[in-house]
């Protein structure tokens, strides 16, 4: 069994009650006999480290990306505190990625829609180049399920005007089942 540590650097106990109520819902299942996460533990050995309201949106390290992060900093940033970002977080310390830079989502954006939209949003030009636009490497991808999941919480919203191909995704509320089966291969549980 791993053991995940999280840790509340601030938050209202709403805030974190919401947390640790939404984000087991990853541990339903097959993933339950693999993975546990327990709230409230100290700072020192925590492997997530929870910053409400930081005011950089919602962002996470993604898996053990989180171990390179000094124990004085966070290692998630929740600012839109709802289930759908809390769970969309948490698949990033489970190690998900971004379900749209799949080296394999066949995606053919509209670069410049989608760059005038999300800068006149507040986001740089650098920060679309990273999360929208970037693919990651092929062994990022899903264990023995390459194909792009368009149901995955991971997945970001694409109105149909952002790409030339007619993609379009909705903003998924749910962890899909694809979403477990890639963690179940990924921790053989």
């Known amino acids: 069994m791993i053991t995940l540590n999280v840790h509340f650097m601030n938050g209202t106990p709403r805030e974190r009650a919401l947390v640790r109520r939404v984000a087991p819902e990853w541990t339903m299942g097959d993933l339950g006999k693999r993975i546990h996460f327990r709230f409230d533990a100290p700072r020192t050995g925590s492997h997530v480290r929870v910053l409400f309201r930081g005011g950089k949106g919602n962002i996470s390290e993604v898996g053990r990306e989180a171990l390179g992060v000094p124990e004085l900093r966070h290692t998630m940033n929740l600012d839109d505190i709802d289930r759908r970002g809390i769970l969309h977080e948490f698949g990033h310390v489970l190690g998900l990625r971004h379900e749209h830079q799949s080296p394999n989502n066949g995606i ?41 999941d368009p149901r995955s919480i991971m997945m970001y919203p694409i109105p149909r005007r952002w790409t030339l191909n007619g993609f379009s995704s909705h903003l998924n509320q749910n962890i899909s089942a694809r979403d477990r089966r890639c963690l179940v291969r990924e921790y053989r549980a």
């Not at 920060?127 to 636009?133: H, P």
């Open 108 to 148: 053919v954006w509209n670069k410049p829609v989608v760059i005038a939209e999300l800068r006149a949003s507040g986001w740089s030009k650098y920060k679309v180049e990273e999360n929208i636009f970037k693919r990651f490497s092929q062994d990022c991808a899903c264990i023995g399920d390459t194909t792009v």
